[in-house]
T-cell receptor, first 110, second 112 residues
Framework: GIQVEQSPPDLILQEGANSTLRCNFSDSVNNLQWFHQNPWGQLINLFYIPSGTKQNGRLSATTVATERYSLLYISSSQTTDSGVYFCAVSRGFGNEKLTFGTGTRLTIIP | DAGVIQSPRHEVTEMGQEVTLRCKPISGHDYLFWYRQTMMRGLELLIYFNNNVPIDDSGMPEDRFSAKMPNASFSTLKIQPSEPRDSAVYFC??????????FGAGSRLTVL
């Protein structure tokens, strides 16, 4: 099956700092999503981004499908950004199984 | 919209007991997914449905696990008999034509 690797596994930053999270995948995909799991366990969809760039407030994401990676940018970090960020991919076209990476645990220190 | 609704939020049971987890997807969503999350294995897809029909159950760990979707607004995941290694958080998620996956709050299962 498709492999999804996320880096770094852990990231500790001071409030106000910027961060870049990376997701590499082993095969071509037509579905890529980023999720944030908050400290209470809730999984929130951040972006559906199989290609291109999107922005939502302080968060933005870029997927370069031809090179099989995606980046999630968080600017001016806040303590509420803490949690685990997951990348998930699928090939689609009849295969709807989203495979999740192991996540990046982000801790924002006030 | 109330989002994806799961129940119970927490369940503690003894080994050998039957466990039933419930899910109400977002109205209009035609895909429903059951995931399990553990520290050791992360998020794993167990089974997914399209228009109430099971499409892929290759992630169901063994015959003790079963899932049904009798109509578009309800699905169950059943474990019978339950074992301690089934302890995990079970997530239900649904998706419409826009491809964005929306998760429920999860059901935390502890099997003693």
């Amino acid at each position: 099956g498709i492999q999804v690797e996320q880096s770094p596994p852990d990231l500790i930053l001071q409030e106000g700092a910027n961060s870049t999270l990376r997701c590499n995948f082993s095969d071509s995909v037509n579905n890529l999503q980023w999720f944030h799991q908050n400290p209470w366990g809730q999984l929130i969809n951040l972006f559906y981004i199989p290609s291109g760039t999107k922005q939502n407030g302080r968060l933005s994401a870029t997927t370069v499908a031809t090179e099989r990676y995606s980046l999630l940018y968080i600017s001016s970090s806040q303590t509420t950004d803490s949690g685990v960020y997951f990348c998930a991919v699928s090939r689609g076209f009849g295969n709807e199984k989203l495979t999740f990476g192991t996540g990046t645990r982000l801790t924002i220190i006030p | 919209d109330a989002g994806v609704i799961q129940s119970p939020r927490h369940e503690v049971t003894e080994m050998g007991q039957e466990v039933t987890l419930r899910c109400k997807p977002i109205s209009g969503h035609d895909y429903l997914f059951w995931y399990r999350q553990t520290m050791m294995r992360g998020l794993e897809l167990l089974i997914y449905f399209n228009n109430n029909v099971p499409i892929d159950d290759s992630g169901m760990p063994e015959d003790r696990f079963s899932a049904k979707m009798p109509n578009a607004s309800f699905s169950t995941l059943k474990i019978q008999p339950s074992e301690p290694r089934d302890s995990a958080v079970y997530f239900c998620a649904s998706r419409g034509t826009h491809n964005v996956l929306t998760f429920g709050a999860g059901s935390r299962l502890t099997v003693l």
